[in-house]
């Protein structure tokens, strides 16, 4: 760790600056500490900034609470993910409020060519308990890393399933890694970080409180291809999830029951309005995904049709004339743009269906 990252926790613990507002100043200032140090003029200047926020940043005072987390994370080990390290989940990193800061222990690559969240009940039958360990098995030959919140249910049936076969999985967590909720899964938990990790964006001293509970489930969303729901009720924390998913452009699936089990009401729901697609086994979530099959050639096009490109998505555009396919660390080497600024522009040519996201962090024109 360095002086750069006493900056970028700091960053974080600025009153009213939040993870999109501080991600519009990376994009004017490049790094952390060029925002500390800025004038306040220019700080005024930036985007959704102002008067308020401009002083809230020059006459911050929290940098002791910055170093302690700092020595926190040095002591037990705890890799700190800024949003422009390469470490960060690049998935994750194209969301429009991806956290700027993330707190990760563990072996797993949080790039891993295939992710998949799977969600659920906290009181599942034994039909979704059987469903969860059948379909998580049948993922653990396929190369694909399992994500979940380490709730009780299926949550911490799906981290299990992974771990008797062998499968990364990752465990995000609504509070700071000096402490596990609930605390039954403690054991769970210490067995994840050799065969996976835990992550948050929360740090130390946090509380699993209600409220973090909706943030954790974004980073669940985020930095997954898909989102599986095994067994939910009407409400709840995994249709939030699913929600956020959607949003995102991520792929959501549901497993289907028994019209009359509550438990099962919540993924009927999500398949009747056409949120999720139905699957009842790993094969449905292979064709679904399109694992089975090699990326295309992408269609050739003449570069005038894109008329409402800014500098930025051209110049992402431009490296296509070379390359049919491109990983996004060869795309953020070759752009030499901050990387929320990149991630911002890669998500904004996914949405005017410029480029398409391929599984591994590749990209193709459309």
């Given at each position: ?137 049948d993922l653990a030959g396929l190369n694909v890393t399992i994500v979940s919140g380490l709730a ?154 894109f008329i409402d490109l800014n500098s930025e998505e051209q110049r992402v555009v431009d490296l ?47």
């Open positions: 760790m360095t002086e750069e990252t006493r900056y970028q926790l700091a960053l974080t613990l600025i009153p009213q600056i939040g993870d999109i507002v501080a991600k519009d100043l990376l994009a004017d200032f490049e790094s952390a500490s060029a925002i500390f140090k800025a004038k306040i003029t220019d700080l005024e200047r930036t985007n959704g900034i102002g008067k308020v926020r401009a002083n809230a940043i020059k006459y911050f005072s929290g940098f002791a609470r910055a170093t302690k987390e700092m020595e926190f994370m040095s002591r037990y080990h705890i890799q700190p993910l800024f949003i422009t390290d390469p470490r960060y989940p690049q998935r994750l990193r194209h969301c429009i409020d991806a956290p700027i800061m993330l707190y990760y222990k563990g072996n797993a690559d949080l790039n891993a060519s295939r992710m998949v969240n799977v969600i659920g009940t906290r009181s599942p039958s034994p039909y979704g308990a059987e469903v969860c360990r059948q379909l998580v098995k009780y249910g299926i949550d911490v049936l799906a981290h299990k399933a992974a771990m008797d076969h062998h499968t990364p999985t990752i465990g995000i967590l609504a509070h700071g890694l000096d402490r596990m909720y609930p605390p039954a899964h403690h054991a769970i938990a210490k067995q994840m970080l050799q065969q996976g990790g835990l992550l948050t964006d929360f740090m130390s001293g946090t509380q699993p409180d209600k409220q973090n509970f909706p943030r954790r489930n974004r980073i669940v969303a985020g930095m997954c291809d898909a989102t599986i729901v095994i067994e939910s009720g009407e409400k709840g924390g995994s249709l939030i999830t699913a929600d956020i998913a959607s949003s995102y452009n991520r792929d959501v699936a549901a497993i289907p029951g028994r019209i009359n089990d509550e438990r099962s009401s919540g993924c009927l729901q999500l398949i009747k309005t056409h949120k999720a697609a139905l699957i009842t086994s790993a094969q449905d979530l292979v064709d679904l995904m399109g694992w089975d099959k090699q990326p295309g050639a992408p269609i050739i096009r003449q570069k005038e049709i296509f004339q070379h390359k049919k396919q491109l990983h996004i660390d060869e795309i953020y080497r070759t752009c030499q743009l901050p990387g929320s600024q990149l991630a911002t522009t890669l998500l904004n040519l996914e949405i005017q269906a410029v480029i398409k996201a391929l599984p591994g962090n590749c990209y193709i024109l459309t």
